[in-house]
Every structure is written in C-alpha cells, then in structure tokens.
C-alpha cells in the first residue's frame, strides 16, 4: 500500500518541473501527507493547476464521506473490476506529485522508511480522482493512489508501491483516451533508479509533520 508520503519541494520547483501555472490556494509543502488531508494533485481536467484534494476517493454514490478512509489506494491488478475505480480511471486521472513516501518495513519492527526516485527530486505517482456532494450540498473533490506489486528494491521493505510514472509518461497518464495505452502505464518503477533510508518514527504519528520526521533513523 501507499499511505504517507512528502511533497517538500518549493512552489517555483513545482511549477517548474510540472509546468504549472500556480495553484487553487497557498501552497505548502508536507513532510508527512496523509489519508483524510487535502494534498496536492494534478488533474486531467485542470493539467496546468495544482488542487487540492482529500486523500481517500470518495465514489458518487457513497452516502458518507467516511468511506474514502478504505479507498486511499487502488490495486493495478483488479482496478479494471471495481466500478469505483473503472469509471475515473478512464475519466479521471491524475498526477500526485512528490519526492518521496514512506513505508514500514514488518520484520524489523515495523521500521519505517522513507523511499525516493534517485534521478528526480519530484516524481508524480499515479491517481484517480472524484468529485462527490453530501446530502447537505456540500463538494468534495478527493483522490487515490494507485498501487501495485514491488519491484526488486522494494521486496526487502513491502511487497507493494505506488505506480511511479515516468516523467515522459506523465501526460499520457492525464490525457490519454486509450485504454490498453492508460493500462500500460501501471507497472512498478524501475528498480535501479530507487534508494531508500531508515527514519525516526516520528512518522508514525500524522501530527509531526515538520522536516524531522524524515531524518534518518539514529542520527
């Protein structure tokens, strides 16, 4: 699964390396983002803004906002088969960006890790995204990660990641109308451009989210 992840990067690099025109509302960069968090996304619908949405979809029908706590992360494997993921999945798509996430590695105590791509200081991993209105008329725009089986660098730590997409594949992600080409895309990273280090468990808690939760484990 993928359940923490950072976006630490300033607005002038994001806007840079995503070719962005700015965002919807003050950015501010996360150390520790989390389900329930209005994060950052790209969307196919809005390729040249940042938005913010909360972590965890949220499909139409849903009578509560509270079932997105269960859908933060879709399976590449069986997304084709769960309505609430086919229908934005050739709809709905969108960039998530960062520059790094978090995982526990379960035979080391439940050690965690942050994990990064060597070759980019931001990387955009792959999501769908919703827009859902509560009975009382209220509009939440919401999203998930897509997941999907470890790579070689991955395997030691957990036996899922985030699809990670290639920066050359990145637009094809959010404007694509061809579905072998959008199911392609959900593959594991290459393993080689991977690294990863030991942090403080002070990422165990979503409330410390300041640069030290990321500091590596003993320093």
């Known amino acids: 699964m993928c359940g923490r992840f950072s976006l630490s990067a300033n607005e002038a690099e994001l806007n840079l390396r995503f070719e962005l025109e ?24 809005k390729p040249h803004r940042l938005s913010y949405h909360r972590w965890g979809l949220i499909p139409p029908w849903a009578k509560d906002i509270s079932i997105g706590n269960k859908m933060i992360n879709a399976r590449a494997e069986t997304i084709t088969e769960k309505a609430s993921f086919r229908t934005p999945l050739f709809s709905k798509r969108c ?27 931001l990387f955009a991993m792959a999501g769908l995204w919703e827009r859902w209105k509560s009975p009382a008329g209220e509009v939440v725009e ?19 990641m985030p699809v990670i997409l290639k920066r050359e594949d990145e637009k094809t992600w959010l404007g694509s109308k061809d579905s072998a080409e959008i199911l392609k895309l959900l593959r594991p990273y290459p393993a080689e451009d991977m690294d990863a280090y030991p942090v403080s468990k002070l990422v165990n808690s979503t409330r410390n989210e300041g640069k030290e939760v990321w500091i590596k484990a003993g320093d």
């Open 95 to 121: 960039l998530v960006p960062a520059d790094g996430f978090y995982e526990w590695q379960q035979d080391t105590g439940k050690q965690p890790y942050r994990i990064f791509v060597k070759s980019s200081a």
């Open 142 to 160: 919401s999203f998930n990660i897509i997941t999907t089986e470890a790579n070689e660098f991955m395997k030691p730590i957990h036996n899922r």
């Open 22 to 45: 700015g965002g919807e509302a003050p950015y501010v960069p996360r150390y520790n983002g989390a389900p329930t968090q209005m994060l950052a996304v790209i969307t196919g619908e």
